[in-house]
Structures are given as C-alpha cells and as structure tokens.
C-alpha cells in the first residue's frame, strides 16, 4: 500500500472548496492507493450473468484472483481458481463434459468443488489426487452469477430491487462494461453529475446553466445526494423522460463498497438505475448496470429506447475514467482544485476510505448542501 501524504490544499482561499470546518469534507482525499481494503474481499460481487454462464468455462478476475466458472452436473453456478492441480494450466482453456471441468493439457478432470474426478492417464491400480483446485462460494440470484473469495461470506448477496422498489421497473434491461479503473473511480463518478454536460452532452444533460441545490449525507452504508431544481430541456435522454422544462426529482445513494442506485422521478414516470460494480483487481472494474423504467404503458417502449442510449452513456464514462486512471497513475491524487460540484464524489471518496478502514459510519454522518450549476 502507498502510504498517505498529508491532504493538500486545494483551490485558492476564496473558492467554494476552502475548507470550513475541521471536518470538512470540501478537500478531496489525496491518495491514490490501488490496493483494495482487505474487508472488501468478504462481499458478494457479480461475477457474471447467469446467460453468460453456458456450455463452456468461464474465465472472469475478483479481488485479483483468477476464477474459472461453469456449470456442475447438476447445472449449478461453480467457480475454481483458474488454475490446474497437474501443471497449472488454466482449466477456463478447457471444456465441461458431462458436469465436469476438463483441463486441456492432459484432461484431468474437476468437479464444482474442485476434487479431482478423473485422471485419463492414470493406470486402474493409481488412486485419484486428494488435493483440490482451490473453489469459491458461489450464488446464483436473479439472474446473476455472484462469488466471494473471501472466507466469510455474508449469508447472501443484495437483491438488484430493493423492497420497496419492486414494483418499480415496468420494464427494464441490462448493461455490462469492464474499465481499467479502480473501484473508488466510478463510484465517484456515479455522483459526479458536473461531468455529464460535457462526457454526455446532447444526449444525458449539457453545458451547465442552471443552478440547482444539493444535500449530500452520509448513511448507514454509504453516501446519499438529493437534488433539486434540476431539469434537462435539450438532452435526447431528458426530452425522453421529461416535457420540456419539466423538474425533475433525482437521487443518488451510494451503498459501499460497490453499489450505487439512481433515481429520476418525473412526475408520475421515474426511472431507477441500479449499478453493482465488481473489483476484478485493484485497477480494473466490471459494472453491471440494470435500468428500470416506469412509463405506464409505454414502458417497453422506453426502455428499447433508453438501451443504446445507456450503452453509448457507459462507454462515454469509460473512456474518461480510463484517462483518468492512467493520469492519476502516472501524476499522483494531489489535485489542483475542486468546486462545490466535487462535494458528492468527495464524500463518497471519503466514505469508501473510512470503511476499507474500518471506521465507517460516522456517528453523526456528515451533511452538507451545497449549490452549483448543472
Ligand atoms: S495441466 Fe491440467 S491436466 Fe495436466
Ligand atoms: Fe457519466
């Protein structure tokens, strides 16, 4: 791990971001620590779509292990580390045959647990390999594959809906995109709404003109923005959702270390965006994004037409966070300024740090409201 220089000053003395308490939380942390927190590893994280997981292994990265997945003869979600027992060829370069993960190079074979089930070479008087390809718990869960390589496991992974929102989503779909960027990145990116007039412009937002309000606190489990005053008159996604002008009620919860839930109400219509991100290693990102829309009976109609919308939106964000990972890598975290419109993605920051720490939450959680132009 890199070790903390002391938070920097940021901004001249009268910006919006000079600090104005001893717990501001206006200065970005400084930091780029690549590591992932050690009490990250005991989650559940998405490691794949229960569609993806078909008639042959699956190789995906968690927490900088490599897994191999695939289905066990009674069709269950299994995931190995990738890695054969023999000479440690990766078993994902095999095939699965008859529930069973055959290795490519001599077809040694394995099932969901990882026992050796079959040793083709192996004379009849030879004895099986007591040891085991190491294996990971695995759940499937609303048509998602979730794994944890840690060894305590919580009792089961969130659902994508929560209670209160299952009735939301008349229709909906799903998105998928891996970033060479760490976690923290994007999920500040997920309350960063400054930069969407200009990653997005045209189609999510444009160049800022209006000012609206914001509370930000911290919760039980992470961060939470509640905007007001906002509207988004010019964007193809904000004629879409929205008559011209209409305001709109919009809301961002962050649930560390991994999830962050969006809410657009507009009117009697809304939309809830729901990304579970996976930490593939310290600098890589799968996000796996669910988008349910509530149009009454235009719903469907909405949604296939919100998908590539959403598509072109993810790949947007890739491309600058990945110029951002790489530029933070090369120049370091000590950035030159931040404006009010940093206030979200700094908490968030915060928040993340604080609990790969072990002291989050807060007691009280902070809250601050801030106004900026969006
Ligand atoms: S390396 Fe896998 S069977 Fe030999
Ligand atoms: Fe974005």
Not at 72 to 101: I, K, T
Not at 156 to 167: D, G, H, K
Not at 290 to 319: C, E, H, K, N, W
Not at 324 to 338: K, L
Request: charged letters at 25%.
């Amino acid at each position: 791990m890199k070790e903390h220089a002391l938070p920097p000053s940021l901004g001249s003395p009268d910006s919006p971001d000079s600090p104005d308490s001893p717990d501001s939380i206006a200065e970005l942390p400084d930091g780029f620590d690549e590591a992932l927190p050690a009490p990250f590893a005991d989650l559940w994280y998405i490691v794949a779509r229960s569609r993806d997981l078909g008639p042959k292994p699956l190789a995906r990265r968690l927490y900088g292990r490599d897994l191999v997945l695939f289905r066990d003869g009674a069709g269950r979600a299994a995931a190995l580390e990738d890695r054969c027992l023999h000479r440690h060829v990766r078993l994902s370069r095999g095939r699965v045959d008859g529930g069973a993960l055959e290795c490519p190079y001599h077809g040694w074979r394995f099932d969901g647990g990882g026992a050796c089930v079959g040793v083709p070479c192996a004379a009849p008087c030879e004895t099986l390999p007591r040891r085991r390809v190491p294996s990971f718990a695995v759940v499937e869960q609303e048509g998602s594959v979730w794994a944890c390589v840690g060894p305590n496991p919580p009792p089961a992974p969130p659902r994508w809906r929560r209670p209160e929102e299952e009735a939301a989503g008349a229709a909906w779909f799903e998105a998928e995109l891996v970033m060479a960027t760490p976690l923290r990145w994007v999920l500040e990116n997920f309350v960063d709404c400054g930069h969407t007039g200009f990653v997005h412009g045209g189609l999510f937002r444009g160049k800022p003109t209006r000012v609206v309000r914001a509370v930000v606190e911290d919760t039980p489990t992470g961060v939470r923005v509640e905007t007001f005053g906002e509207s988004d008159p010019q964007s193809l996604l904000g004629r879409l959702f929205a008559s011209r002008g209409e305001i709109m009620q919009h809301t961002d919860e962050i649930v560390l270390p991994h999830q962050a839930r969006i809410r657009y109400r507009f009117g009697a219509r809304s939309a809830l965006t729901v990304s579970i991100c996976t930490p593939e290693d310290a600098g890589t990102t799968r996000m796996f994004t669910r988008v349910y829309v509530d149009f009454g009976p235009l719903s469907r109609l909405v949604a296939a037409l919100v998908y590539p919308v959403t598509r072109r939106i993810m790949l947007q964000d890739q491309v600058i966070l990945e110029d951002q990972a790489a530029q933070v890598r090369r120049y370091g975290a000590r950035f030159g300024g931040s404006s009010a419109a940093d206030v979200p993605a700094a908490f968030v920051a915060r928040a993340f740090d604080e609990l790969g720490r072990g002291t989050f939450p807060r007691t009280p959680g902070r809250k601050k409201e801030i106004e900026y132009k969006l």
